[in-house]
């Protein structure tokens, strides 16, 4: 595969759930018109009139963190940081937060916002690299029809957790806009496309019936991937020694 770019032009918060007792809430966060969902992102109003943002209970994750560049130039642009300060200006201490505040309150109703750009910036967009898709960690869990979730890697910046990949019928993932599972989070048609790719193969098909037929959860570091020529394999199946692993290609704004 070529590397991908995510292409974040900027955010909306919608599907709001209030829990009314802790003035607080959950939501959808969409980053970038047509790229990837940050599902279940909380925020709270403190005490001190603050509101405040925690994407810990969210379907996903960043790996792009401090802790990775330590003892090393810290990139400009951290994603998680990079992330949080974009919705923290818009939502929080922006132009948005006297709605979300009376929301949080329990004054009025809120479903969505629309979606904003960061005025800083400056017209451009932010771009992820995706050097490789990898399904790992499938399973159909005991409670379940027999569908088969994975978690599905975005190069070396994101995680999606529990992603639908086959429903007894089909061996495929929504995303691009297609109502398919409500916790399908990535929308990037370049990166759905390889993520069928990979469903279409026989051995990864066999895989993901046993699976299926025997309700169990994978505990071993089975991976499948499609990657980049020049991607360093080690990156994908984990094996590289904590002290020799890379940090993440920078993400950038164009």
Known sequence: MERIWLKVEG???????????????????????????????????????????????????????????????????????????????????????????????????????????PAEWGGRSLRIPVDFVALRSMGSSLLSNGSVYANIQLGEHLIFWEQLIFDLKDFRYGGSGTVHDQRDAIYDEKVVKVINQLLSGKELQEHIRYLSSTRTLEFSDTVFFEKTPGCDEKKITGIKQAEDRSVPRPVRLY
């Open 11 to 117: 955010f909306q918060l919608c599907d709001f759930q209030r829990n009314e007792k802790e003035n607080s809430a959950w939501a959808t966060i969409k980053a970038g018109e047509k790229s990837f969902a940050i599902r279940a992102y909380f925020f709270k109003l403190e005490e001190d009139g603050h509101i405040t943002q925690n994407n810990a209970m969210g379907r996903m994750r960043f790996f792009d963190v401090p802790y990775l560049h330590y003892g090393k130039r810290k990139p400009a642009l951290l994603l998680d940081d990079f992330l949080g300060k974009a919705i923290y200006d818009l939502y929080l201490a922006g132009e948005k937060k006297g709605e979300l505040r009376a929301f949080l309150e329990g004054k009025t109703e809120l479903r969505e916002f629309p979606f904003l750009k």
